[in-house]
């Protein structure tokens, strides 16, 4: 059965840092690996998703990379501002689109 | 309409009533998906549909759930004998089905169920 963890739970930094989110999954046999952002009372907004054949995929601020074999893949976020406020969900895609989602980092960026 | 709609966005009832929940893919949309998200258990696959057809109904939690969608677009999924344990944010997703499993889902803004 696959499992989704995110390390850390909850992350502060001052606005203008550069940051990375961690995720880890438990069966490499994964289609591909799908970040997204949750703000609060809303639903989840698709930032990127990478295929199993890639190792990552930037947009903007944004890069996602993807390991298979270890089982990890990380969100790196650049130059991070108050609007990227947020909790931020990692999924693995296990076949037929099934998503198992990761616990979340809730993330924080000061002014 | 430009993304997934869902309604109602909020429901309260009594426990033992039957809910229904209701959701709008994005047009031209042929998969979607429900979705669970509790404050114990985290983000939880319930059912996909492909067209009109659920492959996969292994995440629905008990026989007092059940889905379906008609006409390859609106779907409603119904709670029967609603329990408190039932209370959580539905949320509903949708995507292209073509180039295998590597299309991002779309998802609405969820139905927050309250049950008493």
Redesign the interface.
């Known amino acids: 059965k696959q499992e989704v963890t995110q390390i850390p739970a909850a992350l502060s930094v001052p606005e203008g840092e550069n940051l990375v989110l961690n995720c880890s999954f438990t069966d490499s046999a994964i289609?591909?690996l799908?970040w997204?952002r949750q703000d609060p009372?809303?639903?989840?907004?698709?930032l990127l998703?990478i295929?199993s054949s890639q190792r990552e995929q930037t947009s903007g601020r944004l890069n996602a990379s993807l390991d298979k074999s270890s089982g990890r893949s990380t969100l790196y976020i650049a130059a991070s501002q108050p609007g990227d406020s947020a909790t931020y969900?990692c999924?693995a895609?296990t076949?037929?689109?099934?998503?198992?989602?990761?616990?979340?980092t809730r993330l924080l960026v000061s002014p | 309409g430009a993304g997934v709609s869902q309604s109602p966005s909020n429901k309260v009832t009594e426990k033992g009533k039957d809910v229904e929940l209701r959701c709008d893919p994005i047009s031209g949309h042929t998969a979607l998906y429900w979705y669970r998200q509790s404050l114990g258990q985290g983000l939880e696959f319930l059912i996909y549909f492909q067209g009109n057809s659920a492959p996969d109904k292994s995440g629905l939690p008990s026989d007092r759930f059940s889905a379906e969608r008609t006409g390859g677009s609106v779907s409603t999924l119904t709670i029967q004998r609603t329990q408190q344990e039932d209370s959580a944010v539905y949320l509903c997703a949708s995507s292209f089905a073509t180039g295998g499993n590597n299309q991002p889902q779309h998802f609405g803004d969820g139905t927050r169920l309250s049950i008493l």
Request: proline share 0%.
């Open positions: 289609y591909n799908q997204f009372g809303k639903g989840l907004t698709s998703l295929q969900l999924a895609n076949g037929f689109q099934k998503l198992v989602f990761g616990t979340g």
